[in-house]
């Protein structure tokens, strides 16, 4: 038989950070036992694990038995753990009845695509960005629009680009503050100044702040959440939180959203796994926040080592990450200097010839991505050096 697949299906591209990071894994074995095994500069995960408070909350709620199904909203007291959350580390108030605990922030951003995307829709994106993003978008019929930004614009989306973009399909922007691949933030004025132009036409402005809780820099570590109740923001319990595979997120919506999101997530996925909920609970005790910030000044010190270490060695990162764990580096002089043409080259000969795994820019849009590679910080210090090292000794 001939399985015949839909045109949604054959609009998703493949996730090209698992295939070469399935390539990298495969070498990694060959080399293991080597002077030089495999470093993984490739995967945005955090290599810290839940705290002893995370695992503790979760054997309870498996002895107690609490692993039924809970509400499909999540658990009231996770709800209201994350407001309260909201008003201690940004002084905004989130009402826990605006909050909605999913499976993932993938899970939040599916609900949220498909509740307010029609077909022919467009959304517009900035150009570089996180691959499935603009994937979630094409799963709900609608359109990603990417727009290219540049340096200057701390690749972002500005209010001026989105006003000059905006055309009769247009429904709405979806942005990352935090950005995965650079890092980088929208400065606050300006991300006031996009919201107010989306809101003027009555469009809806979609954010990805999975990695806020990253934020090194005090001027951007600032929720959108404050510029209105219509804004709907997406968060996670993954990468501050470092919870990746308990595959457990939320969003906040709207008022007049909740009964909406509810009614599609009992259909889609009934609920988030209730373990991992009883878990999260643990994340906002003061021991675990403190632990949480310990982790977040270690991130901070990966990067304030690594990017002017790759800008010395000719691996231009041409905005400094305000947040996050990567660094977006342009990579065509020192493929040059390798005799290979772009960042896939490069990404593949430093695998081979180094045992580096990195990211090449090919998932995350057109706009000058051939040239660049996103590296990983979230790995030890110790690893970072040693990858320095070997770098070095290939392009220095």
Known sequence: ?????????????????????????????????????????????????????????????????????????GLEALREAISGWYAQRFGVDVPARRIVVTAGASAALQLACLALIDRGDEILMPDPSYPCNRHFVSAAEGTAVLIPTTAEERFQLSADKVQAAWGAKTRGVLLASPSNPTGTSIAPDELRRIVDVVRARGGLTLIDEIYLGLSYEEQFGHTALALGEDVISINSFSKYFNMTGWRLGWMVVPDAMVPVVERMAQNLFICASTISQHAALACFAPSSIAEYERRR????????????????????????????????????????????????????????????????????????????????????????????????????
């Open 1 to 73: 038989m001939t399985l015949q697949f839909s045109s949604r299906a054959q609009r998703i591209e493949p996730f090209y950070v698992m295939e070469v990071a399935k390539a990298a894994q495969e070498l990694a074995r060959s080399v293991a036992a080597t002077r030089d095994p495999m470093i993984f500069l490739n995967i945005g995960e955090p290599d810290f694990t839940a705290p002893p408070l995370v695992l503790e909350a979760a054997e309870r709620a498996l002895r107690a038995g609490q692993t039924q199904y809970t509400n499909a909203l």
């Open 297 to 396: 000044a270690e991130f901070k010190a990966r990067r304030d080592y690594f990017i002017p270490e790759l800008n010395r060695l000719g691996l231009s990162v041409p905005v400094m990450p305000d947040g996050a764990f990567y660094a977006w580096a342009d990579c065509s002089a020192a493929a040059e200097r390798l005799g290979v043409d772009g960042s896939w080259d490069f990404a593949y000969e430093l695998m081979h010839r180094a045992h580096l795994a990195i990211t090449p820019g090919h998932d995350f849009g057109s706009a000058d991505t051939a040239r660049h590679v996103r590296f990983s910080t979230a790995n030890s210090m110790a690893q970072l050096q040693e990858a320095v090292a070997r770098l070095q000794r290939l392009i220095g």
